[in-house]
């Protein structure tokens, strides 16, 4: 998976190295806010649609079509963790990447921060000073 | 690397109470006999600061209610060495006597604090002959130990 | 606030959030069994966190990512998980001798039992990671933590001789009252302390808290290399007390009581209440510090999002992370276990996961793609390898040592 041509979203020609680039980076979206890191990448053939899940020819010329995130850890007892429980980025939601990879939406619309979500909303906007700017002049 | 964590934390908690041979059950009871000894001079000391006014009652109180705790621990881990001949048996008899006997001083400090009795020269005298105990009974045993 | 007042202001919070429980009681334990013949370590384990302190904070400063988020980059998600796991753990374990030491501290000053002290202790530092800006924690921390001068104080007014304190400072040997594996076992203890892991995770993360950039550097390098020192100078202080007052009088350190009895003696009720403030201010900050550390590790690896610059339900992972780890550190105190001892191997499994904590910061301080222009220089690079060298000989004979005088008995 190491390297795989990318699409270019802002910046024409250029060629990233996955495993260096991408993989084990902080996502952070349109705001600065962390979403999540890039756990695993997604790939396709060049011209597919990337929604359609088919086997890849060998000597396809493959493209990262989304990024990944979820358990890590599986593969050491055994196995792949299971695609199903990860968390899908598109790939066209990336728009630079350098010391983290940022995206051009907002985290919440992604499933990888629904932990997160689900705690703000049901348990820490509960608690008196859940959503007290710690920055702002008392 | 784990396991030599684990192996190195388990045999850190486990008091000396494993070690068998003569020479072993003396080394630790040596050890034991000046933890108790630390923590009579702990009292001592705490006792003359009080006296001269540099050491208000509430950290005294802290600082004989540590002393005594050690005093306690240092009598139970003499108690449950196993001695392996009759020889250190009596030795760790003698030395569990000494450890005992400045329980009771140690103690009195609390009740000196709070009630005044009993008198603070007493008071010193009994803490200063505990100490003397627990020298002549390390003293022993270090002479037994080297002798081993 | 800029300006010198900015500077002084970073120094003295250095110099206060220097010393944390692992210090306070390594410290006075090792002055009153071995005097001052142990204080060159105090000295060298300075200089190594002044130099990986710097390092880290200018990683944070230029690329604006905190460390673990690095490490896990860099070492990928087996090794840099491994590292994880083990960090946690120290980190854990050094929360946990902190809230026990606030504990002890607060006992000196109050006829309460600690055992009650403890939880409360525990829901003042949530309350203060919940509600306090960082910038204010850090300040009133660090300020109060200064008092800890008491003992340099204190070591003044006892009068001792100096000419032997410095014999013992500069020519070291092994006192004749204790074998040389026992000496080198605390030697490991002492680094283990001045050089601990969270300190770095901390340090770090910190700088992204702060927002700090390039244009903050020089600050930061100068808060490190000064007030860092200090705050060794007040560590050797503290074993000159124990070595001058309890090690004549065979009193070995076993209790966060011992610790203080010098500082009575040299100044009284006075210079006790100062002192005590400062102890309770110590390991206060130091409680504040490891719990952040244990939620910045945990949110760095996973890519949580963090921070206490946000607003609690904006980093709700991070936040209960936090709570668990004060919950596991209330809980294993409340098993009846003694603080010191917590202290005590907390230092010492610092010690052992030290290189896991510095490697990876000097890997990436030399990275020109996280760097730029700001990669380390020759000098520094030495320096740090120098260190490494030394961190990963100590770490391979901490646990064998441990064994060996079981534990420092």
Redesign the interface.
């Known amino acids: 998976m190491s390297t795989g041509l990318l699409p270019e979203p802002d910046q024409p020609g250029r060629v990233v190295d996955a495993e260096l680039h991408l993989l084990d980076r902080q996502v952070l979206d349109v705001d600065g806010e962390p979403v999540c890191t890039v756990d695993d990448l997604e790939l396709g053939a060049v011209g597919d649609d990337p929604d359609i899940d088919r086997p890849l020819a060998g000597d396809t010329t493959v493209v990262v079509t989304a990024l990944l995130s979820g358990p890590v850890l599986g593969g050491v007892v055994g196995g792949r963790p299971d695609s199903s429980r990860r968390h899908r980025i598109a790939w066209r939601y990336v728009t630079d990447i350098g010391t983290a990879v940022h995206l051009g939406a907002h985290g919440e619309q992604f499933s990888a921060t629904w932990v997160e979500r689900w705690l703000r909303e049901r348990v820490f906007s509960r608690i008196p000073g859940g959503r007290h700017d710690p920055e702002a002049d008392e | 690397m784990l396991v030599?964590?684990l192996?190195?934390?388990l045999?850190?908690?486990t008091p000396?109470g494993t070690r068998s041979d003569a020479a072993n059950v003396l080394g630790s009871i040596v050890?034991h006999l000046?933890?108790a000894?630390?923590a009579v001079?702990?009292a001592?000391?705490?006792v003359e600061?009080h006296e001269q006014?540099?050491?208000?009652a509430?950290?005294t109180?802290?600082?004989v209610?540590?002393?005594t705790?050690?005093v306690s621990e240092a009598v139970h881990g003499i108690t449950t060495v196993v001695a392996p001949d009759a020889g250190t048996a009596g030795l760790r008899t003698t030395a569990i006597g000494a450890a005992s006997a400045a329980l009771g001083p140690v103690a009195d400090v609390r009740t000196w604090l709070a009630d005044g009795a009993p008198e603070g020269d007493d008071l010193r005298t009994a803490l200063d002959e505990a100490a003397t105990d627990l020298e002549a009974a390390t003293t022993a045993v270090e002479q037994a130990e080297a002798a081993q | 606030m800029r300006g010198p007042l900015a500077v002084a202001l970073g120094i003295l919070t250095a110099i206060g959030g220097f010393l944390d429980a692992g210090d306070l009681v390594t410290n006075a334990v090792v002055g009153s069994r071995f005097g001052l013949t142990l204080a060159w370590v105090v000295v060298m384990g300075v200089i190594g966190i002044c130099v990986f302190a710097h390092m880290s904070g200018k990683v944070a400063a230029v690329s604006g990512r905190a460390t673990f988020e690095i490490i896990r980059e860099r070492l990928g998600p087996r090794a840099a998980g491994a590292n994880l796991v083990a960090s946690l753990a120290v980190t854990v374990l050094t929360l946990t001798a902190e809230i026990g030491g606030m504990a002890l501290a607060l006992?000196?000053?109050?006829?309460v039992e600690r055992r009650l002290w403890m939880p409360v202790a525990a829901l003042a530092v949530w309350l203060v990671l919940w509600r306090v800006r960082f910038q204010v924690m850090e300040n009133v921390t660090g300020l109060l933590g200064l008092t800890l001068i008491g003992f340099a104080v204190a070591l003044y007014l006892l009068g001792p001789d100096w000419g032997e304190l410095a014999r013992q400072t500069l020519q070291p040997a092994v006192p004749p009252s204790e074998g040389a594996a026992v000496y080198w076992y605390f030697a490991i203890a002492l680094l283990g302390a001045a050089m601990t892991p969270y300190e770095v995770f901390f340090f770090s993360s910190g700088g992204v808290e702060e927002r700090w950039t390039v244009k903050d550097l020089a600050t930061s390098r100068l808060n490190v290399f000064v007030g860092f020192p200090f705050g060794g100078v007040l560590s050797i202080a503290i074993a000159g007390c124990a070595a001058v007052?309890l090690l004549p009088?065979?009193?070995?350190v076993?209790?966060?009581?011992?610790i203080?009895?010098p500082v009575?003696?040299a100044?009284?009720?006075l210079l006790?209440a100062v002192v005590?403030v400062g102890l309770v201010s110590a390991t206060t900050g130091a409680a504040l510090e490891t719990a952040l550390s244990a939620g910045y590790t945990l949110s760095q690896y996973l890519g949580w999002s963090w921070g206490k610059f946000r607003r609690p339900a904006e980093a709700a992972r991070f936040h209960v992370a936090m709570i668990v780890a004060l919950v596991v550190a209330v809980g294993v105190l409340m098993t009846g276990v003694d603080p010191i001892a917590v202290t005590e191997?907390s230092v010492v499994?610092s010690a052992?996961a030290l290189p896991l904590t510095y490697l990876p910061i000097l890997v990436v301080a030399n990275d020109p793609e996280y760097m730029g222009e700001h990669v380390n220089g020759r000098v520094l690079n030495a320096v740090g390898t120098l260190y490494l060298v030394i961190l990963v000989v100590a770490s391979a004979a901490a646990?064998?040592l441990?064994?060996v005088t079981?534990?420092g008995?």
Request: with cysteine.
């Open positions: 030599g964590v192996a190195g934390t045999t850190g908690c000396a050890e000046e933890a000894s630390s001079a702990t001592t000391l705490a600061l006014g540099r050491l208000p509430v950290t109180d802290a600082a209610d540590d002393a705790l050690t | 006992q000196l000053a109050s006829s007052v009088l065979g009193i070995e076993d209790a966060m009581s011992q203080v009895l009575a003696q100044g009284g009720p006790l005590i191997y499994f052992v646990v064998p441990m064994i079981e534990a008995a």
